[in-house]
């Protein structure tokens, strides 16, 4: 009978060499897989530019094609091998990933919401939990060498300090370096020096301490607060501590990736998360899970009180060290926030009453406002539609030079008068 050169197996049975075809319609599914998930992470909306997804589906795949090659040469259990161990860590990531979809548990399938290359961006604080890292540069995100994201261009440094303060609205997550309505209010408003004291998460509690502590030695005159979206995050925790300390707080370390749990593997991702390894590895108290509860609507009157007094307590300061406050309402983005479900940030309320409290929490502030005697910018999130933004929140370029121009005539006003 006759025989491959290559090889000891008759030409005839080749065809049904099951030890050879079967790793490698293995790795071809395997690669197969892999390309789906690499576009995912690629086309998708609010994919990060290099996200661990990505470089998961491109790992699989070239996983998919060595077993595929070491199957074609002989090296059957080899092929196996691989197949098996990669494949576990996929079934395992796609299988919590649709559990986390039944509202069931969380995924820990890679993410394609964050950048491999966005490690170091933030730096733990013992006050602040996280703060951003001074002079850090990817060309996308830059901060100053104090640790704020940074004004492009700076005006020059002999006029009137205005900080601009709240969360990753107003650090401005969705655009680049040089488009964030702090820098497009700095055009605006020339005259006068712009810093951008925006931190992702932040709330009122984490802006009372930058107010009081870090605002001073910069020689800021006027504190202008846009805020909201991150207080109202903690409506219905069943334990609501009053500086936000029990739940917000502690999920800093891990929100801003000081303490890296997102990699490229879904295994590798588990373990990180798991409670029990993250008692050893991380720098804080670890925050509840509420991901099993059932999502609740209506208004946290807990919270509400905490808010207001957190108003108050900002105008204080200031009032104090001789600083203008002003207030500016959470703009968020209603046409994304329709489901019944929950996107992530809000442990325990579904998409579609986030902005039925926004509004509420919004009349607060605005009540407030006049109390305190401290300009209001009147802005509604009506006048903004989907192309505004790049997500539920946070601004497009569209949406930054619009807001921008909204809310300078306001600070210009409060600011710059003598």
Not at 34 to 50: C, E, K, M, N, R
Not at 296 to 318: C, F, M, P, Q, V
Request: hydrophobic fraction near 40%.
């Amino acid at each position: 009978m006759p025989t491959d050169s290559t090889s000891r197996v008759p030409l005839k049975d080749r065809r049904h060499d099951f030890d050879r075809l079967l790793p490698m319609l293995a790795g071809g599914l395997l690669g197969i897989v892999g390309i789906v998930l690499f576009f995912v992470a690629t086309l998708s909306s609010h994919a990060a530019p290099w996200n661990p997804l990505m470089v998961y589906g491109m790992l699989i795949t070239a996983a998919g094609l060595a077993a595929i090659i070491l199957a074609h040469v002989g090296w059957h259990r080899t092929a196996w091998a691989l197949v098996f161990v990669i494949g576990l860590d996929l079934s395992f990531g796609l299988a919590t990933h649709a559990m986390a979809a039944l509202g069931l548990r969380n995924s820990f399938l890679p993410l394609k919401t964050v950048s491999l290359k966005d490690t170091g961006r933030f730096t733990w604080h013992p006050l602040l939990q996280g703060v951003p890292t001074p002079g850090f540069d990817n060309g996308f995100f830059v901060h100053d060498e104090k640790g704020r994201r940074k004004v492009i261009p700076q005006a020059a440094p002999d006029g009137p300090r205005i900080a601009i303060i709240g969360g990753s609205s107003s650090y401005d997550l969705g655009v680049k370096a040089g488009r964030t309505w702090p820098d497009h209010l700095q055009h605006l408003i020339p005259e006068a020096r712009i810093f951008n004291y925006g931190v992702p998460g932040y709330s009122t509690s984490e802006h009372i301490i930058q107010t009081a502590y870090y605002l001073a030695p910069a020689d800021i005159g006027c504190a202008v607060y846009y805020i909201g979206w991150n207080d109202i995050r903690n409506s219905f925790l069943p334990t609501l501590d009053p500086a936000y300390a029990d739940y917000h707080l502690l999920g800093h370390v891990d929100f801003m990736r000081i303490r890296s749990v997102t990699g490229i593997s879904s295994i590798y991702n588990f373990l990180m998360n798991a409670r029990l390894v993250r008692r050893f590895t991380s720098y804080t108290r670890i925050p509840a899970d509420y991901r099993g509860w059932k999502p609740k609507s209506g208004i946290d009157r807990r919270l509400e009180r905490i808010y207001r007094r957190n108003l108050h307590t900002l105008k204080a300061i200031n009032d104090t060290q001789g600083r203008k406050t002003v207030f500016i309402p959470q703009i968020l983005n209603y046409a994304r926030l329709t489901a019944p479900t929950r996107y992530g940030w809000f442990p325990l309320v579904a998409d579609r009453d986030v902005p039925p409290i926004n509004e509420h929490f919004n009349r607060i502030l605005k009540e407030e406002a006049a109390r305190l005697g401290v300009p209001y910018v009147d802005i509604s999130p009506a006048m903004f539609q989907d192309a505004d933004f790049v997500d539920n929140g946070h601004f497009s370029e569209k949406g930054t030079e619009k807001f921008a121009r909204f809310v300078a005539p306001a600070i210009r006003k409060t600011c710059l008068s003598k």
